[in-house]
């Protein structure tokens, strides 16, 4: 036994069987990185100089992000303490996790789904009880109600779902909602929700007042391109969000990221436009794809799920070859994440031909 693999102390032994957060591959200068469902947008000069202004690093920040609190809360129509700020809508989770379930209880979500979600749950010490995606790689919302037990402390429901790119409708969530107890926490996952052009798509905030057990996560990560400063947000009933309040590490937002999300609050207009260009470009890329013979679920968030199976190692190695650093899930699939023009019109050249290398009757194919 060497040093370094030699017990030191007691730690728990769930914890120790967890596997590292795996993060999207970097990118060397020369290949693009759509491992991450990041904003390939540069920054704002806007958003830029707001984080530059705040130059007292010798301060504490203000622990509740008041400030950006009253933006959000003035953009939803919401009090200011239906509104938590997070470090990332990640760190939301699990505060919410952690304060609704622990050893003995069950938290449930569909799966393929965040990767985030199981270790979450076993940290919290709970149990993570997965349900299927349907065939066509969204949530199966009848199957997850009937998952539903008296140990179920926790439902997540993932729309657009990362990485399958599905979304929940709105028909489907308030047949799901009528089902659900309404003493059992629901967190409704939206942190791509402003890449959606779906109609028919659930977006939660509407649907606050009806939900007493509704919680909405959204973040600035993706479609406001903040991603490296961390900073999410959860719309929801006061005593649910204390209670994530009360698990929270404290003083865990910047003063740098709350300005940033500030700024770009203002600059909305703004970014919403590039928001509309990722999402056309994600549209093309779909349509050139299904075109090519693939058969791909229509992606809603900034990501094109390949469900790739058995050949995910094979494509990825090659797409990784032509310079594409995409996110594997084998023997699932892989995600590509909406990334530069140029990268996607590479992505498209090779799938072009890794589409014949798929055996005849394979899921991703067409048939014909
Ligand atoms: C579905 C989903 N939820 C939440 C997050 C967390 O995002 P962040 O912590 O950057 O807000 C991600 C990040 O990839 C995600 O895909």
Same mark, same amino acid.
């Given at each position: 036994?060497?040093?370094?693999?030699? =017990?030191?102390?007691?730690? $728990?032994?769930?914890?120790?069987?967890?596997?590292?957060?795996?993060?999207?591959?970097?990118?060397?200068?020369?290949?693009?990185?759509?491992?991450?469902?990041?904003?390939?947008?540069?920054?704002?000069?806007?958003?830029?100089?707001?984080?530059?202004?705040?130059?007292?690093?010798?301060?504490?920040?203000?622990?509740?992000?008041?400030?950006?609190?009253?933006?959000?809360?003035?953009?939803?129509?919401?009090?200011?303490?239906?509104?938590?700020?997070?470090?990332?809508?990640?760190?939301?989770?699990?505060?919410?996790?952690?304060?609704?379930?622990? =050893?003995?209880?069950?938290?449930?979500?569909?799966?393929?789904?965040?990767?985030?979600? =199981?270790?979450?749950?076993?940290?919290?010490?709970?149990?993570?009880?997965?349900?299927?995606?349907?065939?066509?790689?969204?949530?199966?919302?009848?199957?997850?109600?009937?998952?539903?037990?008296?140990?179920? %402390? /926790?439902?997540?429901?993932?729309?657009?779902?990362?990485?399958?790119?599905?979304?929940?409708? +709105?028909?489907?969530?308030?047949?799901?909602?009528?089902?659900?107890?309404?003493?059992?926490? /629901?967190?409704?996952?939206?942190?791509?929700?402003?890449? /959606?052009?779906?109609?028919?798509?659930?977006?939660?905030?509407?649907?606050?007042? $009806?939900?007493?057990?509704?919680?909405?996560?959204?973040?600035?990560? +993706?479609?406001?391109?903040?991603?490296?400063?961390?900073?999410?947000?959860?719309?929801?009933?006061?005593?649910?969000?204390?209670?994530?309040?009360?698990?929270?590490?404290?003083?865990?937002?910047?003063?740098?990221?709350?300005?940033?999300?500030?700024?770009?609050?203002?600059?909305?207009?703004?970014?919403?436009? %590039?928001?509309?260009?990722?999402?056309?470009?994600?549209?093309?890329? !779909? %349509?050139?794809?299904?075109?090519?013979? !693939?058969?791909?679920?229509?992606?809603?968030?900034?990501?094109? !799920?390949?469900?790739?199976?058995?050949?995910?190692?094979?494509?990825?190695?090659?797409?990784?070859?032509?310079?594409? #650093?995409?996110?594997?899930?084998?023997?699932?699939?892989?995600? #590509?994440? /909406?990334?530069?023009?140029?990268?996607?019109?590479?992505?498209?050249?090779?799938?072009?031909?890794?589409?014949?290398?798929?055996?005849?009757?394979?899921?991703? %194919?067409?048939?014909?």
């Amino acid at each position: 036994m060497s040093l370094s693999d030699r =017990p030191t102390v007691r730690l $728990r032994p769930e914890i120790v069987a967890l596997p590292a957060y795996k993060q999207g591959k970097p990118a060397d200068a020369s290949a693009f990185k759509l491992s991450s469902n990041e904003n390939p947008f540069d920054p704002l000069a806007g958003v830029i100089a707001a984080v530059a202004a705040e130059t007292a690093y010798n301060r504490y920040p203000d622990a509740s992000a008041l400030l950006l609190r009253e933006r959000l809360a003035a953009k939803y129509s919401l009090d200011v303490d239906q509104v938590h700020i997070g470090s990332g809508s990640v760190a939301l989770l699990a505060q919410l996790i952690l304060a609704a379930a622990g =050893p003995g209880d069950e938290v449930l979500y569909s799966w393929r789904s965040f990767e985030a979600y =199981p270790s979450l749950v076993t940290v919290a010490g709970a149990t993570s009880v997965c349900v299927p995606n349907r065939i066509d790689h969204g949530h199966d919302l009848p199957e997850m109600a009937a998952a539903i037990g008296e140990n179920t %402390r /926790v439902v997540i429901v993932c729309s657009p779902n990362n990485p399958t790119g599905m979304i929940v409708t +709105k028909d489907e969530f308030e047949a799901f909602m009528a089902v659900v107890p309404t003493d059992l926490l /629901v967190i409704l996952d939206e942190a791509y929700i402003e890449f /959606v052009t779906e109609a028919d798509a659930v977006s939660g905030p509407a649907l606050l007042a $009806r939900y007493p057990n509704l919680v909405v996560l959204r973040t600035f990560s +993706k479609a406001y391109g903040l991603a490296g400063l961390r900073v999410g947000y959860a719309l929801g009933p006061v005593d649910i969000l204390n209670a994530a309040r009360s698990t929270a590490i404290p003083l865990s937002v910047t003063i740098q990221a709350a300005a940033a999300a500030i700024a770009s609050l203002a600059a909305e207009k703004e970014l919403l436009e %590039r928001v509309r260009i990722i999402a056309a470009r994600r549209d093309a890329t !779909w %349509r050139a794809l299904t075109g090519q013979g !693939w058969k791909i679920p229509a992606p809603q968030g900034n990501f094109i !799920w390949l469900p790739t199976g058995a050949e995910t190692t094979s494509v990825t190695a090659a797409l990784s070859a032509a310079g594409l #650093v995409v996110r594997p899930f084998a023997p699932e699939g892989i995600r #590509v994440s /909406v990334g530069e023009e140029e990268a996607m019109a590479t992505l498209l050249l090779m799938c072009a031909d890794l589409v014949d290398t798929l055996p005849v009757d394979h899921p991703a %194919r067409q048939l014909g």
